[in-house]
């Protein structure tokens, strides 16, 4: 049942809102000035909180910006008898979700607490979702291996320095530019992802650039690429070893100037987007087969991390392996199942040329085939099965 908080000095105002509020099934508290307001606030998490604005000792104002260091995410809707645009524009300014004039109109009333409502399980849901997104996309492992590298995120994120991350397919490369994004200045912008590798060397220009309408048969409309969605953010351009040599042309251009232009345009466009590259591919060799333009390999390889594979850091399985146990009972919905020391000991003695995604891939083999617990037979059983 959502919970809402009445802060007002008069007594009769408290009464009627919270007996229409709980014919609404809302549960209601009262607070009859700011300061008690703030107590219950520091005490309770409130769905919705109503507040006068002329109050003796602190005013609504005042009860608004205190309020906001204490439950930011707290819809605050502004009530007052003496209301102006003025007050209603500072309100907002300060925070308020909404303001309502005394006495509020009965419909305007409850349509402005669902609405609020509503905006407050967003706000709960959106915080979810990161955790579990964070979670899924977390770096597990304690090895010296792949210490280095978060060392080497901590130290670079908070620049504006194009990255080329290398390492083997499977190793976790988009994680470490996930991380380089999401503990950047650039965090609250878009994370653009593009798999080079993915798509056809005719359509990446387009991809990456857009196209105007007209520009080729195909073309019927207007596209903005990949450059421009990432706009004040990180475009994580992951293969880049495979981009066809034109292409890569046109990134040198973006990259030195900060302008991209369209396929089929003549417009400029500026562009502020931090580069971060990844590759499984040596890009020196690539180089001298003339695969890859050595300026723009320069260009994206100011820092270069390199991911180890999973047979160079052996001592992370076990933290993988629980972390995948954990994931993928969470996908089930099951309680996650325990694993034997023997079979863990047997799993860090293989070779797992598939690196970390392989190791996902074996785990849930496992949680599908094996009994209430992994058992050593079963990692023997099932971890590298025969193939007819």
């Not at 502004?78 to 309100?91: K, L, N, Q, W």
């Not at 502020?272 to 690539?286: G, W």
């Not at 617990?373 to 099965?385: K, M, S």
Request: proline share 5%.
């Amino acid at each position: 049942m959502p919970k809402i908080l009445i802060i007002d000095d008069e007594r009769a105002i408290r009464s009627t809102l919270k007996e229409i509020l709980e014919f609404e099934n809302y549960n209601v508290d009262e607070a009859e000035d700011g300061e008690r307001g703030l107590q219950l606030l520091g005490k309770s998490r409130y769905d919705v909180v109503l507040c006068d604005i002329k109050m003796p000792g602190m005013d609504g104002i005042e009860v608004l910006e205190k309020a906001m260091e204490i439950t930011p995410d707290t819809p605050f809707i502004m009530i007052s008898a003496h209301g102006t645009i003025d007050t209603a524009v500072e309100a907002t300014k300060k925070g308020a979700y909404d303001f309502l004039q005394k006495p509020p109109d009965l419909n305007r009333l409850l349509v402005t607490v669902r609405n609020a409502l509503d905006k407050s399980n967003l706000v709960t849901e959106t915080k979810i979702l990161k955790k579990k997104i964070s979670k899924t996309y977390e770096m597990v492992g304690t090895s010296p291996a792949l210490s280095r590298v978060k060392q080497a995120i901590e130290k670079v994120a908070p620049t504006d320095a194009r990255v080329l991350i290398t390492g083997p397919n499977g190793s976790g490369k988009e994680l470490v530019a996930r991380a380089l994004h999401e503990h950047s200045n650039r965090s609250g912008g878009p994370l653009v992802e593009v798999n080079c590798a993915a798509i056809p060397s005719e359509l990446i220009e387009s991809e990456l650039f857009g196209h105007e309408k007209g520009s080729f048969t195909s073309a019927v409309k207007q596209r903005i690429g990949k450059f421009e969605q990432a706009d004040g953010g990180t475009l994580f351009l992951d293969e880049v070893g495979d981009m066809s040599l034109s292409a890569q042309a046109k990134v040198l251009r973006a990259l030195q100037e900060h302008k991209i232009t369209r396929v089929g345009g003549d417009k400029d466009i500026q562009v502020d987007v931090r580069v971060v590259a990844a590759t499984n591919k040596n890009l020196l060799e690539e180089i001298e087969h003339r695969n890859f333009r050595e300026d723009l390999y320069h260009r994206l390889g100011v820092i270069l991390i390199h991911v180890p594979p999973l047979n160079e850091r052996r001592e992370d399985i076990p933290d993988l392996v629980q972390k995948f146990l954990n994931d993928i009972a969470n996908d089930y919905g099951n309680k996650p199942k325990d694993i034997t020391p023997e079979a863990l000991e047997y799993l860090q003695g293989l070779d797992w040329r598939g690196n970390v995604r392989e190791l996902r891939n074996v785990v849930e083999r496992l949680v599908i085939m094996s009994g209430p617990e992994i058992t050593a037979e079963d990692a023997r059983a099932y971890a590298r099965p025969v193939v007819a």
